[in-house]
């Protein structure tokens, strides 16, 4: 059977192999294919200049790849320093950027236990190989170094760290406000729970992960990556970090100029944390049952959003009302879902253009926007509705971070019209509507757009007839 290709006879200009990187492709090189996961070639190259253009000439200097994943993805060792070992990073194809350990030791240790965070390594397929990894590993007497926390991504954009604003240290320092729900919860739960919505660099937060579920904290976050998943099967926890959750108490912390120090956003609850949550069962549980445990559900949704029946049901409580922390359980099929997460929007519009304006003025004149939302900007709110200023205007001074479904009412079924509508789902479309209301042009990224260069009251006047049909369920009510 094929074998593993490794190519590590020379490095590329200005770098070394390390010995340990030798050893081991030879020993890799005796291994089947697929065995020790999924990978293209285990070589020494210089590091394409097309990844990353403006780093290019540092990257190829400081570092150079060494193994090939499939959908083409490197792995890379990049010096970190006189005094400590080099580190080994993702350069992700869609150009993710991420350290996946602070030395070759620490990243074979954690191939070996399927514990990389890259699927292709980690997949299931390749038990047995990383099995002979760790033994080979032992008869070697490899041991990890210690060594500082490596942040590629921060690294990688050179910039000094960015003080945070002002409501970013605020969330910093919030105090917990734990809800009675809180104080039923099991201590595992409740310990987890207790770290949503702090930041990855809060000593709380660094404790539970490394101590606790024995995982590293992600350092950073960035615009092309700006979640990090932290699984910890055995322990029933799966963590998500991200420095984008859509509420105005949580705003980006720059650590550089395209990085984040995270957030815990959410966690996924499973049966492996070995305790059950409000007494509900893992599985096999009929709503009748949930119901008696937890009383009537919050709501029913649908089981993809494309979807019109109404068959999931779910229970919301909150946890911490001051970090605005929330407890979900889903009940689908007989199959239990629990989530924590720091209660926020979904984005209708990340980027706001002048369609976006268009929207929110007419929006503002049908009621169809949440007027608590814009408590800051009453008087603008008030003026857009008067037709006495621009929807645009509204976007630019009260939505720096996009419209969101929850700067709309909570209407029944006024969040999904619109989330299908903005996002291209069941034949709905904005960007369709406009083209068919004002025409169309090619974009600037080869896409048609409609001709729309200012959101006008006569704008939006000629958007309205069909504006009202699609959201006619919802005006005046």
């Known amino acids: 059977m094929a074998k593993y290709t490794v190519k590590l006879s020379a490095a590329p200009a200005g770098h070394e192999i390390p010995p340990l990187l030798q050893d081991v492709g030879a020993w890799v090189g005796r291994q089947t294919h697929g065995t020790l996961g999924w990978f293209d070639a285990l070589a ?20 150079f790849a060494f193994l090939h994943l499939p959908d083409g993805s490197l792995l890379a060792l990049v010096n970190t320093g006189a005094k400590t070992p ?59 170094p210690k060594a500082k926390d490596f942040d590629f991504a921060a690294w990688l954009d050179g910039d000094a760290a960015a003080p945070p604003p002002a409501q970013a240290q605020a969330v910093a320092v919030r105090k917990s406000a734990p809800t009675a729900v809180m104080k039923k919860l099991g201590p595992k739960t409740q310990a987890l729970a207790s770290i949503l919505g702090k930041r990855a660099d809060a000593p709380e937060v660094i404790a539970y992960v490394t101590g ?19 699984e910890a099967p055995k322990h029933g926890v799966e963590l998500v970090f991200s420095h984008d959750i859509l509420n105005d108490a949580y705003p980006p912390i720059s650590k ?55 068959t999931v049901a779910y229970w919301v409580y909150a946890l911490d009302t ?21 209660k926020g929007g979904g984005a209708l519009m990340r980027y706001p253009d002048v369609t976006t304006g268009l929207f929110v003025g007419y929006a503002a004149t049908r009621g169809l926007l949440d007027t608590s939302r814009f408590s800051a900007h009453r008087e603008l709110l ?32 006024l969040g999904e019209m619109a989330w299908r509508w903005f996002h291209n789902m069941n034949g709905l479309w904005i960007t369709a509507d406009l083209k068919k209301t004002f025409g169309k042009r090619a974009g600037p990224f080869g896409h048609d757009e409609p001709k729309l260069d200012d959101d006008t009251w006569d704008a939006v006047d000629k ?15």
Request: charged share 30%; no cysteine; glycine share 6%.
């Open 44 to 63: 020494a190259e210089a590091i394409p200049k097309e990844w990353n253009p403006k780093q290019a000439a540092r990257l190829r200097r400081e570092a």
């Open 86 to 144: 080099p580190a080994v990073a993702l350069l992700g194809s869609e150009g993710e950027a991420r350290t996946l350990a602070n030395s070759l030791e620490e990243f074979l240790t954690l191939w070996s236990k399927g514990e990389t965070e890259v699927a292709d390594l980690d997949d299931e397929e390749g038990a047995s190989g990383r099995k002979a990894l760790a033994a080979w590993l032992k008869t070697q007497k490899v041991k990890v």
């Open 212 to 230: 606790v579920l024995g995982k590293k904290v992600p350092p950073s976050t960035s615009e092309n990556n700006d979640s990090v998943n932290v």
């Open 256 to 310: 550089t100029r395209k990085t984040f120090i995270p957030y815990v956003a959410s966690a996924w609850v499973r049966s492996r944390i070995e305790e059950n949550v409000l007494g509900v069962p893992w599985k096999g549980a009929s709503e009748a049952e949930f119901t008696k445990l937890l009383g009537a559900p919050t709501g029913r949704r649908a089981s993809f959003s494309d979807e019109d029946e109404l």
């Open 322 to 342: 001051a970090a605005q922390v929330e407890l979900e359980i889903e009940l689908d099929d007989a199959i239990t879902t629990v989530t924590l997460s720091v």
């Open 382 to 413: 008030a003026a857009v509705s008067a037709r006495k200023a621009k929807g645009s205007e509204l976007v630019k001074q009260a939505l720096p971070r996009g419209l969101w479904n929850d700067h709309l009412r909570d209407a029944p079924g």
């Open 463 to 477: 958007a309205a007839p069909l504006l009202d049909k699609r959201f006619a369920a919802w005006i005046g009510k």
